[in-house]
């Protein structure tokens, strides 16, 4: 098993910057890629980034060059860092870990963007 806590989410004005932190606990050498997805309102969540233990990322088309995801060498942490934010990145942003067997996911944290 593994549990996943994130924090850092809050009210932003656009243009501004957030950074989101997820700690992971458990099982944490079974993981093999952390990331982080978000879901607004009406619509479905969709993965933002994510990073695998050997590093490699990969970012939604809407957020690349802007955000940028990293971890800690021992998966037990990773962090979304969030510039030049925009109304439209407003949603519940969620930390996601996986492993062989399956998805783990954390509670979510609301990230909001006024115009």
């Known amino acids: 098993q593994v549990q996943l806590v994130e924090s850092g989410g809050g009210l932003v004005e656009a243009g501004g910057s957030l950074r989101l932190s997820c700690a992971a606990s458990?099982?944490?050498?079974?993981?093999?890629?952390m990331g982080w997805y978000r879901q607004a309102p009406g619509n479905q969540r969709e993965l933002v980034a994510r990073?695998?233990?050997?590093?490699?990322?990969n970012y939604a088309d809407s957020v690349k060059g802007r955000f940028t995801i990293s971890r800690d060498n021992a998966m037990n942490a990773a962090y979304l860092q969030m510039n030049s934010l925009k109304p439209e990145d407003t949603a519940v942003y969620y930390c996601?870990?996986?492993?062989?067997?399956?998805?783990?996911w954390g509670q979510g944290t609301q990230v909001t963007v006024s115009s």
């Open positions: 996601n870990a996986n492993n062989r067997i399956r998805n783990y």
């Open positions: 458990g099982s944490i050498s079974s993981i093999n890629a």
């Open positions: 990073i695998t233990r050997g590093g490699t990322t």
